[in-house]
């Protein structure tokens, strides 16, 4: 593991702590995500990016600022924050009347209704929830159609990679287009 990948995963476990601190579930999406899901490392990754409930927001930005992170840019739909050189990303979520979930501020960026499962995957000492890779790969089909740019050649690799997750799994990728409730309208991680 090379030594970004273990400043990362630093910066994880100590985000890890401050959230079990506070009582609020989070999940992994992006590489770290399908890392986590793999238990290895696939490649090098540029950030972290994580996924919390819009109800969560405020408290959870108050814990790390005092743990030393900086607020970077403050979005409707997103944090980015930056410790130790890191750059973690938070999408904020929140639920709708009718129980759909979509990102804050983004109704059209729906997520699936088994997208944030609760069990745990480990690596490296740290056990977190991760994005289901449905929904990862549906975000990156989304991105895709919704910006009319193409995706990145990392981008390309991760999507293989989630399709084969999928398979193991014992089930068939479903694309944006095989169902109708979601729009898959996002932004992919980085």
């Not at 960026?109 to 056990?127: M, Q």
Request: hydrophobic share 40%.
């Amino acid at each position: 593991m090379d030594e970004t990948a273990t400043k990362q995963l630093g910066v994880l476990r100590e985000i890890d702590e401050i959230l079990a601190g506070l009582r609020v579930r989070y999940w992994l999406r992006g590489g770290w995500a399908v890392d986590f899901l793999l238990g290895r490392v696939t490649r090098s990754h540029s950030d972290l990016d994580l996924v919390v409930w819009q109800r969560h927001r405020g408290r959870m930005q108050r814990a790390l600022e005092d743990a030393g992170f900086s607020l970077d840019r403050e979005l409707l739909v997103q944090n980015d924050l930056v410790k130790d050189g890191q750059d973690i990303t938070f999408v904020f979520l929140e639920r709708s009347a009718d129980g759909s979930v979509s990102a804050h501020g983004m109704p059209d960026w729906r997520w699936r209704s088994d997208a944030l499962p609760l069990r745990r995957h480990c690596f490296d000492g740290i056990c977190a929830r991760v994005v289901a890779p449905q929904q990862m790969l549906q975000d990156f089909h989304g991105y895709e159609a919704a910006t009319g740019r193409p995706l990145r050649p990392k981008d390309a690799g991760t999507m293989e990679t989630l399709r084969a997750i999928i398979t193991l799994d014992g089930q068939e990728p479903e694309l944006p287009h095989d169902r109708e409730t979601t729009t898959g309208v996002g932004q992919p991680a980085r």
